[in-house]
């Protein structure tokens, strides 16, 4: 899918407004002998609208008709002294200015004062912007999803072909309100945490994260992603953030995979590294797997197997052309196995297990698995596959590695373990494999 219309919040998103926020609302609560507000105070109170801000502002038990006198006076002062200290986060122009290329449609929609949203928009982002809509009579300020819904419609635009793009948990809601994905940016005035909380489909630590998202193959694997799926698959792998984990079932992977595999689209997509999410990784494998030619395929998993950062990513990546290849393969498993990076090392031993057990077997290859002496857990428990496996398939010839305990306590248990569980050994031979625990 091609995204039509990005619209935007403003304050903590486009430009960074804390400062003149500040002195505005401080200079209100001077008004009235109240004390003032920090910096940190009122960033943690906007988001909302100014009457929100400022009734946030005064002191607790203040009555509303104070409380409103002195919105009051926020709104005059601030209407002057807007643009004192306010200026766009460093990389929007730029990220506009590329959206504006792609010919997609920006628009801003803020709990912000009309009037001063427009003309903070007017003099730093002039025509990069096409609509700027803020408080308006008639249209119900955000979380509600009004003031998207008005803008899609000035745009001509259905809600499938729109992102919101925020820095706060009223921003989230308001996109899950409207329909619509959310990103949220995480130099604004939430911390990413909140916004992951709050169900930020997509995480921009920069600008350039912005126009990434445009791309045809992330708004793709958004497009087909599954958020219970991600939500369960996440707490597999401890070693990748949850905001890195898009939500794509391995199925619907392998189709797009297949549907890209050989266009100018996988061509480039392959040239890029490192992918910032765990299925543009798993994509990533995917493509490699259909490399036909043995030395290419070669080459690209060399140049991505640095960029693998967990146990799955690692596991599904199994090309065919390597069958092919037996000898030349093994002078890269050699490599490989002597590798300090965890998921390479895994990858080798993957490798002999399932390209080496079958007719290629060599008594070598098991012995190589068993020299391997590590406290990656990673890499240990791949040996307790491959060792479950190879009991599996070859009983008689890796039994021997077994009960002579050429395996570390964890790692000889474990590949007992995983072996009593298969149905290609007989009860005799798990009851055999469980007297030599250790």
């Not at 929609?109 to 009309?114: D, R």
């Not at 000889?412 to 569980?421: F, G, L």
């Amino acid at each position: 899918m091609k995204y039509e219309a990005i619209i935007f919040d403003l304050d903590g998103t486009l430009t960074d407004t804390l400062g003149d926020l500040t002195n505005s609302v401080n200079f209100a609560l001077r008004q009235f002998g109240f004390p003032e507000r920090t910096h940190e105070e009122v960033k943690s109170f906007v988001g909302n609208g100014v009457r929100r801000l400022i009734y946030l502002s005064v002191p607790e038990n203040t009555d509303e008709e104070t409380s409103e006198r002195c919105l009051s006076v926020f709104k005059e002062y601030y209407k002057n002294n807007s643009l004192v200290e306010t200026k766009p986060y460093n990389g929007i122009i730029p990220m506009l200015e590329s959206l504006k290329k792609q010919e997609i449609k920006t628009a801003v929609v803020t709990n912000k004062m009309h009037e001063a949203a427009e003309e903070i928009v007017r003099i730093f982002f002039g025509n990069l912007i096409d609509i700027t809509l803020g408080q308006v009579d008639g249209v119900a300020q955000k979380p509600q999803p009004d003031g998207i819904y008005h803008v899609l419609e000035k745009f001509g635009v259905s809600k499938e072909k729109a992102v919101y793009v925020g820095d706060s948990e009223v921003d989230c809601i308001t996109a899950k309100n409207a329909g619509i994905p959310c990103i949220g940016v995480t130099w604004g005035f939430r911390d990413k945490s909140v916004l992951i909380e709050n169900g930020a489909d997509y995480i921009a630590d920069t600008p350039e994260d912005i126009i990434v998202f445009t791309d045809y193959i992330k708004s793709r694997l958004f497009e087909i992603r599954d958020l219970k799926y991600r939500d369960f698959h996440s707490r597999l792998m401890p070693t990748v953030e949850k905001s890195k984990v898009i939500g794509v079932r391995t199925p619907e992977l392998r189709k797009f995979a297949k549907e890209i595999s050989g266009t100018a689209v996988a061509e480039s997509f392959i040239e890029k590294l490192p992918h910032k999410y765990y299925e543009e990784n798993n994509l990533h494998a995917f493509l490699i797997e259909k490399i036909k030619d043995y030395d290419k395929c070669i080459e690209e998993v060399n140049r991505f197997l640095p960029y693998i950062d967990n146990w799955a990513t690692c596991d599904m990546m199994r090309p065919k052309i390597f069958k092919k290849h037996l000898p030349e393969l093994l002078a890269e498993i050699e490599k490989w196995l002597k590798s300090e990076h965890t998921y390479t090392v895994r990858f080798g031993i993957e490798c002999l297990m399932c390209y080496c057990l079958d007719d290629n077997f060599s008594p070598e290859y098991p012995e190589t698995v068993s020299a391997i002496r590590t406290d990656e857990y990673y890499i240990k428990m791949m040996q307790a596959w491959y060792f479950a496996t190879a009991l599996a398939k070859r009983y008689d010839d890796i039994l021997p590695f077994i009960e002579q305990n050429t395996l570390d306590a964890e790692t000889h248990n474990k590949t007992i373990r995983k072996a009593v569980e298969s149905f290609r050994i007989t009860e005799e031979q798990k009851s055999y494999l469980r007297k030599l625990k250790r």
